[in-house]
């Protein structure tokens, strides 16, 4: 089970920007983005929905995993479409490292017995283990597809202008 729930953080991903033709590498700063939000507004976010709430069901690590995908899924929903046929293939990588910076800023929100699981696998300690070299050429990627990917101007619009 913790197996799959590290599998499916990584692949549901990868499937679902390249079905959407989403921009990956916009996702994956809207991750980012999310994990920004996590560290500076979790607590008081939790604060906040606890007070207010009467369900337990609101639990801090589900409030903190709502912030941590809510800019990823916001980016998601406006962003279906953006990105053309010819480069939805190019798209592949960076939807790829999107799954796995998924899962390395979800797992710790996760309710403690599946994340207590999840750290326990050979897997999750192998990846750990290289997470700063993992999150830094995944960081290269996404920035040279938005950076390759930018509107390029035709000769006859430049005349113009």
Same mark, same amino acid.
């Given at each position: 089970?913790?197996?799959?729930?590290?599998?499916?953080?990584?692949?549901?991903?990868?499937?679902?920007?390249?079905?959407?033709?989403?921009?990956?590498? %916009?996702?994956?700063?809207?991750?980012?983005?999310?994990?920004?939000?996590?560290?500076?507004?979790?607590?008081?976010? +939790?604060?906040?929905?606890?007070?207010?709430?009467?369900?337990?069901?609101?639990?801090?690590?589900?409030?903190e995993?709502?912030?941590?995908?809510?800019?990823?899924?916001?980016?998601?929903?406006?962003?279906?479409?953006?990105?053309?046929?010819?480069?939805?293939?190019?798209?592949?990588?960076?939807?790829?490292?999107?799954?796995?910076?998924?899962?390395? %800023?979800?797992?710790?929100?996760?309710?403690?017995?599946?994340?207590?699981?999840?750290?326990m696998?050979?897997?999750?300690?192998?990846?750990?283990?290289?997470?700063?070299?993992? +999150?830094?050429?995944?960081?290269?990627?996404?920035?040279?597809?938005?950076w390759?990917?930018?509107?390029?101007?035709?000769?006859?619009?430049?005349?113009?202008?």
């Amino acid at each position: 089970m913790p197996l799959a729930v590290l599998i499916g953080l990584v692949v549901v991903p990868v499937v679902l920007l390249f079905l959407l033709r989403v921009n990956a590498a %916009l996702v994956f700063l809207s991750l980012c983005l999310g994990s920004v939000l996590v560290q500076f507004a979790g607590d008081d976010a +939790v604060s906040i929905v606890a007070g207010a709430s009467t369900s337990s069901y609101a639990t801090a690590s589900t409030i903190e995993l709502g912030l941590l995908v809510a800019p990823a899924f916001l980016t998601i929903l406006f962003m279906m479409g953006t990105v053309r046929d010819k480069k939805k293939f190019f798209n592949i990588l960076p939807a790829a490292v999107t799954g796995v910076l998924l899962a390395l %800023l979800a797992v710790p929100l996760l309710p403690p017995g599946l994340s207590h699981n999840i750290v326990m696998l050979n897997q999750w300690q192998s990846v750990t283990q290289v997470q700063s070299g993992i +999150v830094a050429a995944s960081t290269l990627v996404c920035l040279a597809f938005l950076w390759t990917s930018r509107p390029k101007h035709d000769e006859k619009h430049k005349k113009r202008h």
